[in-house]
Each structure stands twice: as structure tokens, then as C-alpha cells.
């Protein structure tokens, strides 16, 4: 089993719907969480940091983490064409060596 | 300027041919790392390195060396591709407190 699961996907979604992301792990130290966005022939970005359990938003974007679950979801609001990308969440124990997931690839359809 | 750079962008070599690829950064961060990507498994971990004189395994080293010629700079070299060396390959940097970590654009390696 893998440390962290992610559904590849793609996921498709018309243009305005609300977009729904997540990432499971087992590694119960992991207190560092991030989602990374990545274009096609880019490099990944850093979108969302979350340290520990709660919620973070900026703009459009909401992260959640559920430690007690060991669930972490990203959400994305009146999605846009410019969102189609692959959406990498990644997590660690320390600030040493980051854990990612395979990567959902998202299309967002006008 | 990009604040993590790699060279070249694109590289198609041949098996058994020894090829280099470069990362330079701007960031400032001691931290810098190496991956491989590939489709279905995602960002794998090659080598990383906290300082200039700190050098480490990851998750995939086999078949890849690393040098650390300063703090900015981090090369990783493979000695005699072999074709399911066949990737893109990302640097990246990071701070020593927070563990975010800032990627290159990547290089894509074709191994014929």
C-alpha cells in the first residue's frame, strides 16, 4: 500500500462547478500538507500549505485536513478553464523530504 | 528570471551514454532535491542534499550520481542510460522550517 493514495483521475467539470480533490494517507506523522498545480510540461507549484488539521482558504480555493481521518481535500470554486491542470497533493513528518500523491488531472470545460 | 533553473530543457541520448543535467537556484535555500516523473507514479525521489557537503539516497538512486558543486547548484548525472531511464526530471529547493518545496521546469530525458 502506498503512503499516499490519489486518484489519477481525469476528472472532468463544466465551467463554474465546484471541484472536489483528495489524498489519503496512512504515515499518521505526516503534520505538513500541501497541494501542488501542474501544467502540462511545467514544473509543480506550490497552491495550498496547510500545517496540521483545520481549513485554509485563499480565493477560490479551500484546503481541509483531517488528521483523525487521515483525509485531505482541496476544494476549487467556480472553476475556471485556466484550472485544467494536475492537481499533486504532497505531505510530510519534517520539513525534510516531502511525500506526493500520483496526481489528479483535472479538465475544466467551458 | 526563474529562481530554479534546469539544463537542458530536453535531452534525447542514446543507452549507455553518460549524460548530466543541471539545476541552479537563486532562492537561497540550502535544500535541494532531485525527482524523476513518470505517468501513474508520480514525483519519485532520487537524491537530495541539505548542504554542500550532505548527500542523500532517495527512494530510486540506482543508476544516477549526484554532485553538489555549491549551494546553488545541484547536478545529477546518469553514468550509462538505459532506456526506462526515459522521464521528466525536476530540481527542486527548499527552506530548512517550512518544507515547501519550489520545482524547476524540468527536463524531459528521451533514452533511445
Known amino acids: 500500500q502506498k503512503e499516499v493514495e490519489q486518484d489519477p483521475g481525469p476528472l472532468s467539470v463544466p465551467e463554474g462547478a465546484i471541484v472536489s480533490l483528495n489524498c489519503t494517507y496512512s504515515?499518521?506523522?505526516?503534520?505538513?500538507f500541501m497541494w501542488y498545480r501542474q501544467y502540462s510540461r511545467k514544473g509543480p507549484e506550490l497552491l495550498m500549505y496547510?500545517?496540521?488539521?483545520g481549513n485554509k482558504e485563499d480565493g477560490r480555493f479551500t484546503a481541509q485536513v483531517d488528521k483523525s481521518s487521515k483525509y485531505i481535500s482541496l476544494f476549487i470554486r467556480d472553476s475556471q478553464p485556466s484550472d485544467s491542470a494536475t492537481y499533486l497533493c504532497?505531505?510530510?513528518?519534517?520539513?525534510?523530504?516531502?511525500?506526493f500523491g500520483t496526481g489528479t488531472r483535472l479538465q475544466v470545460t467551458l | 528570471d526563474a529562481d530554479v533553473t534546469q539544463t537542458p530543457r530536453n535531452r534525447i541520448t542514446k543507452t549507455g551514454k553518460r549524460i548530466m543535467l543541471e539545476c541552479s537556484q537563486t532562492?537561497?535555500?540550502?535544500?535541494m532535491y532531485w525527482y524523476r516523473q513518470d505517468p501513474g507514479l508520480g514525483l519519485r525521489l532520487i537524491y537530495y542534499?541539505?548542504?554542500?557537503?550532505?548527500?542523500n539516497k532517495g527512494e530510486i538512486s540506482d543508476g544516477y550520481s549526484v554532485s553538489r558543486q555549491a549551494q546553488a547548484k545541484f547536478s545529477l548525472s546518469l553514468e550509462s542510460a538505459i532506456p526506462n531511464q526515459t522521464a521528466l526530471y525536476f530540481c527542486?529547493?527548499?527552506?530548512?522550517?517550512?518544507?515547501?518545496?519550489?520545482f524547476g521546469a524540468g527536463t524531459r530525458l528521451s533514452v533511445l
Open positions: 527542486a529547493t527548499s527552506d530548512s522550517w517550512q518544507g515547501i518545496q519550489y
Open positions: 504515515n499518521s506523522a505526516f503534520q505538513y
Open positions: 496547510t500545517y496540521s488539521s
Open positions: 504532497a505531505m510530510a513528518g519534517t520539513a525534510s523530504k516531502l511525500t
Open positions: 532562492k537561497g535555500h540550502d535544500r
Open positions: 542534499s541539505f548542504d554542500v557537503k550532505d548527500i
